[in-house]
């Protein structure tokens, strides 16, 4: 089994930051994407952004320009930094990655969701 586990949402005002971490535990080969969702209350989930294979990071684009998405390898984590946060960014979190594992090419597994909530 695998499991992801995220940490560092919060509280903070706007124009602030926050960074978001993913890790990956269990037994697996290798990560082969990794994404961060956002679902703000009474919305649909939408893409934040993600890196595929060894590709460049792609973006949504309410935050192009002031999110950066990371991953260390070597950890079996993905980052999310945030800057410039404004109210509208308030929502729950969630990673996402796609990971093969000993009996599965390409299995999907999501993170139990963070928090983040910006004050004006």
């Known amino acids: 089994q695998v499991h992801l586990v995220e940490s560092g949402g919060g509280l903070v005002q706007a124009g602030g930051s926050l960074r978001l971490s993913c890790a990956a535990s269990?037994?697996?080969?290798?990560?082969?994407?990794v994404y961060w969702y956002r679902q703000a209350s009474g919305k649909e989930r939408e893409l934040v952004a993600g890196?595929?294979?060894?590709?460049?990071?792609n973006y949504g684009g309410s935050v192009k320009g002031r999110f950066t998405i990371s991953r260390d390898n070597d950890k079996n984590t993905v980052y999310l930094q945030m800057n410039s946060l404004k109210p509208e960014d308030t929502a729950t979190y969630y990673c996402?990655?796609?990971?093969?594992?000993?009996?599965?090419?390409?299995?999907?597994?999501w993170g139990q969701g963070t928090l983040v909530t910006v004050s004006s």
């Open positions: 890196i595929f294979g060894n590709g460049s990071p």
């Open positions: 996402n990655m796609g990971i093969r594992t000993p009996t599965v090419r390409y299995l999907e597994v």
């Open positions: 269990g037994s697996f080969f290798n990560i082969n994407a």
